[in-house]
T-cell receptor
Framework: DAKTTQPPSMDCAEGRAANLPCNHS???????VYWYRQIHSQGPQYIIH???NNETNEMASLIITEDRKSSTLILPHATLRDTAVYYC????????????FGTGTRLTVIP | ETGVTQSPTHLIKTRGQQVTLRCSSQ?????VSWYQQALGQGPQFIFQ???????GRGNFPPRFSGLQFPNYSSELNVNALELDDSALYLC???????????FGQGTRLTVV
């Protein structure tokens, strides 16, 4: 699976959009971009995933660049409950469960 | 609430002892993976079980072993505990029909 690079930490004002970047320059054609988050002392939670098209669900939007070498997770209206560590993971489709986490981005939403 | 339950929630063991952690997967899920998360680090993949067979392993020594039962619940066994085994152990379940993994709340193991 391709390696990902994320900033270690970010702050965001409550109610504003949080944009979390991820670089995955070695991604291959059959690899998906997944995002999970981990709120303190809880298990990771799935947010969204995509292959090459932009994706949106009730939690977030995922923007993948045309060359697929980077992506951005967007939380449109951040709340205090969105404070967590966000992990960007690149993996092939075969099996959704052997995930290789990096150190992620610690997002702090500020009142 | 993911439907994945782990037991116990906390555990203290002495160096050299053995420990067994348990995980009940979400109904209908046939795949279980185990992860170790040291303080301040992301979860590290230990191994995965699919229909009672190990079908993937991370960079962990053989003293980390597991089982998956016919009801797809799972155990993680760690022998000859070392101080560095102190961590949060996470279990995640999935199936062929879902695209994401569902994690339990974890077991906090402390080795003294």
């Amino acid at each position: 699976d391709a390696k990902t690079t994320q900033p270690p930490s970010m702050d965001c004002a409550e109610g504003r959009a949080a944009n979390l970047p991820c670089n995955h320059s070695t991604i291959s054609g059959n690899e998906y971009v997944y995002w999970y988050r981990q709120i303190h002392s809880q298990g990771p939670q799935y947010i969204i995933h995509g292959l090459k098209n932009n994706e949106t669900n009730e939690m977030a939007s995922l923007i993948i660049t045309e060359d697929r070498k980077s992506s951005t997770l967007i939380l449109p209206h951040a709340t205090l409950r969105d404070t967590a560590v966000y992990y960007c993971i690149v993996r092939s489709w075969t099996g959704a469960n052997n995930l290789f986490f990096g150190t992620g981005t610690r997002l702090t939403v500020i009142p | 609430e993911t439907g994945v339950t782990q037991s116990p929630t906390h555990l203290i063991k002495t160096r050299g002892q053995q420990v067994t952690l348990r995980c009940s997967s979400q109904s209908g899920h046939n795949t279980v993976s185990w992860y170790q998360q040291a303080l301040g680090q992301g979860p590290q993949f230990i191994f995965q079980y699919y229909r009672e067979e190990e079908n993937g392993r991370g960079n962990f020594p053989p003293r980390f072993s597991g089982l998956q039962f016919p009801n797809y619940s799972s155990e993680l066994n760690v022998n000859a505990l070392e101080l560095d085994d102190s961590a949060l152990y996470l279990c995640a379940s999935s199936s062929d029909r879902v695209t994401e993994a569902f994690f339990g709340q974890g077991t906090r193991l402390t080795v003294v």
